[in-house]
């Protein structure tokens, strides 16, 4: 039996040296070669380039606070090394996780309720997407509800007839996905664009 040890390792060496070669090296860059053939731009972050410059990614939120533009959902991301407030951090998405039960998380939706209700001259119910992050706090898209809130004061500040900016919002409206799955929805990017 000890006589078979080396020949037992000489076969399970080899063995990790051809797994690791087909699974570390070959399978990655036969994905990688299909993904950027098949779906090019997916692959590459679905950058949105205006003038030959990368202003963002249909994939990722950007905080917009100017009153001229469309506001996203609330990000929780954090900057890694000092722990304080960075909104959209790609590098570091996470979620708040509060609870539905955390006083910290109804104390700022109630803040962020009051802001945006006094931004936008309203006293209707704010939608939910507009006061809650997701879970890894880079949506990059609300509800049709939550645009419609925002209608009459990107109208405002741009002065432009708010019926207009309505039909904006309706025209980009994405439906389900497959006519089933999610809600219908915008991205804030592609709307700020147009």
Not at 116 to 140: K, M, N, R, W, Y
Not at 149 to 159: E, F, I, P
Not at 175 to 186: A, K, N, S, Y
């Amino acid at each position: 039996m000890l006589k078979s040890i080396p020949k037992e390792l000489l076969i399970s060496l080899r063995l990790t040296i051809v797994l690791a070669a087909l699974t570390g090296l070959i399978y990655p860059f036969v994905v990688t070669g299909i993904a950027q053939a098949l779906f090019s731009n997916q692959a590459n972050g679905s950058l949105v380039i205006q003038n030959g410059q990368v202003i963002g990614s249909t994939l990722i939120g950007q905080q917009f606070t100017d009153p001229k533009y469309f506001h996203g959902r609330i990000s929780s991301t954090v900057d890694p090394a000092s722990l304080a407030a960075k909104p959209y951090a790609a590098e570091n998405s996470a979620g708040s996780n509060y609870g539905p039960s955390n006083q910290a998380l109804h104390d700022r939706v109630a803040s962020d309720v009051r802001r945006i209700q006094q931004e936008d001259g309203s006293t209707a119910p704010v939608p939910v997407d507009l006061v809650t992050s997701d879970f890894s706090g880079l949506d990059p898209n609300i509800s049709e509800a939550g645009a419609l809130y925002q209608v009459n004061r990107v109208a405002t500040a741009r002065g432009l007839d708010p019926v207009k900016v309505r039909a904006l919002v309706e025209k980009d409206l994405q439906g389900r996905i497959l006519w089933v799955f999610g809600e219908p929805h915008l991205n804030v990017l592609q709307l700020n664009l147009d």
